[in-house]
């Protein structure tokens, strides 16, 4: 009985996957808790419709992968079977590390980027399929002879860009962040073990870079999303500490245990992390946060209340540093008038920076194809000004109250 199903996504339509052991992968429990992953952390509090998944993601990247591989061979490039499963599998399995609420508390609750711990979670899935996805692991790597099947999951113009900014732009409603995905998919070929985009596809790459650039400023580092960033990694970083304390007794137990192994983790994620890992996911903090409003800490119940009840704290975003001179002022205001130590102000008073870069020239280029068979980097041929420089932009949050 074949395993195949049709999946109705919101952004393609009826989509289904090439290779039954997709569907195996889909239904385990270390993918299906993406279901439970929010896409856009706290986002939903900018724009109410952000709610959907890094499931919903993982699916809408592969579909785009299999249209592009299959766009490749219609151009007689030359992928095996075996290759177009792999490079399903690194596509669908390459977020499968991101902890709760995405990158918010990415080396928060352990000290792992969500790329560590995808790779560490596809190597146990490969123990328990039998090696089945030791060519998907080569390609998410970078190992493989073909680098252009690297490039589809990870480089300038990769299926999981494409996916994240028309599917993040349709759940927000931001329709600036939308981009001919299906144009850019079939301008593609490879050159040299490169992929590279036809002549005449150059128009879209460039409302590719305008979208990623303004969906970053305007939806992924919105200030208010800042803010609610901010906070929660705050409580997360205020619980750890009175956790280790062995003063924080209410929170789901998942989490707790993950803490409790956070404790002595090292460099090396071990397949206890592993399964502890993908045991907690968006509801163990969202509990965890109903719990500690009722915390006897003052911060754990200030921080809860105002994540849980929207009431974010105040930001500013500028080009320059934030003055010490207003960072004291604030803490000094926090001290005086609302009754916290001197201790909790660290946990109140958030300073930080973002940055973007929209083209990394100094990376991989984006190389066009022209009709004579020459290949250049787009920012030598490209009318649009490309400019590799990365924008940063500092903040300071704090409790409104304080502005009263």
């Known amino acids: 009985m074949s395993k195949k199903k049709l999946f109705n996504d919101p952004i393609y339509g009826f989509i289904t996957f090439p290779f039954e052991i997709l569907y195996d992968i889909i239904e385990h429990p270390f993918f299906q ?22 499931f919903h993601h993982a ?28 490079v399903c599998l690194a596509i669908l399995l390459h977020d499968v590390g991101h902890g709760p609420f995405s990158h918010a508390l990415e080396h928060i609750i352990l000290p792992f980027h969500h790329e560590e711990m ?12 039998d090696g089945k996805l ?27 860009r494409l996916d994240y900014l028309n599917r993040d732009s349709f759940f927000t409603g931001v329709a600036e962040g939308a981009v001919s995905y299906d144009r850019i998919i079939s301008m593609l070929d490879v050159r040299d073990n490169r992929l ?18 303004f969906m970053y400023w305007q939806v992924y580092l919105h200030k208010t999303g800042i803010a609610a960033e901010q906070m929660l990694i705050s409580f997360m970083k205020k619980l750890k500490q009175e956790f280790n304390k062995g003063k924080v007794e209410h929170i789901s137990q998942p989490l707790k245990e993950l803490l409790e192994l956070s404790k002595n983790v090292n460099s090396r994620i071990t397949k206890e992390i592993i399964e502890s890992f993908c045991r907690v996911d968006d509801t163990d903090v969202v509990y965890t946060l109903k719990i500690q ?7 754990l119940q200030f921080l809860s209340a105002s994540i849980l009840n929207r009431a974010l704290f105040k930001v500013y975003l500028q080009n320059e540093t934030i003055d010490e001179e207003i960072i004291v002022n604030m803490r000094s205001q926090l001290l005086n008038n609302h009754g916290f130590s001197q201790s909790d102000l660290d946990f109140l008073v958030l300073t930080g920076s973002e940055s973007n870069q929209t083209y990394n020239k100094d ?10 068979g020459e290949i250049y980097p787009l920012e030598e041929i490209s009318d649009y000004s490309i400019s590799s420089k990365s924008i940063v932009k500092h903040y300071i949050c704090t409790p409104k109250s304080i502005l009263a």
């Open 118 to 129: 995808s790779l560490a979670i596809m190597e146990a899935l490969n123990s328990e399929f």
């Open 134 to 160: 030791s060519l998907g692991i080569e390609i998410f790597k970078g190992q493989y002879s073909k680098p252009f099947l690297h490039e589809l999951i990870s480089g300038q113009i990769d299926m999981d």
């Open 33 to 54: 808790r993406l279901r439970r992953i929010s896409q856009q952390g706290l986002s939903h509090l900018v724009y109410p419709g952000a709610m959907h998944t890094r």
């Open 59 to 86: 699916l809408g990247a592969l579909h785009l992968t299999c249209e592009a591989v299959n766009t490749l061979r219609s151009k007689n490039i030359e992928i095996s079977d075996e290759e177009f499963e792999g």
């Open 363 to 372: 990376k991989e280029k984006i190389l066009i194809l022209m009709k004579n």
């Open 196 to 213: 590279v985009i036809e002549e005449k596809g150059i128009y879209s790459i460039e409302k590719f870079l305008v979208a990623r650039r």
């Open 293 to 299: 409003g009722n915390s006897d800490d003052k911060v």
